[in-house]
């Protein structure tokens, strides 16, 4: 069984930064895919960035250019680099892993202020 915690969150102005991480309790050793995903007041969870096992990535719309998925190969866990936050960007970041089975965070708030 596989927990994963997310940290990093916090209050920041528009045009600040934060960086996002995962760590998991246990070891994970293979993977499909990994991921961070992100759920605002009143809003459906939706895809924020994704990194495959192959290294290829996939960005929202809405995030690209902006924000940066990377893992640390010796975990296998996912890390979220987000630049120019916007006010838009506010919401629950949550870190999934998919093995599978599908793992996910208890999620980190982040609180972009105009």
């Known amino acids: 069984q596989v927990q994963l915690v997310e940290s990093g969150g916090g209050l920041v102005q528009a045009g600040g930064s934060l960086r996002l991480s995962c760590v998991a309790s246990?070891?994970?050793?293979?993977?499909?895919?990994m991921g961070w995903y992100r759920q605002a007041p009143g809003k459906q969870r939706e895809l924020v960035a994704v990194i495959f096992s192959g290294g290829n990535t996939y960005y929202a719309d809405s995030v690209k250019g902006r924000f940066t998925i990377s893992r640390d190969n010796a975990k296998n866990t996912p890390y979220l680099q987000m630049n120019s936050l916007k006010p838009d960007d506010t919401g629950v970041y949550y870190c999934?892993?998919?093995?599978?089975?599908?793992?996910w965070g208890q999620g980190t708030q982040v609180t972009v202020s105009s």
């Open positions: 246990g070891s994970i050793f293979r993977f499909n895919a």
């Open positions: 999934h892993v998919q093995i599978p089975p599908n793992y």
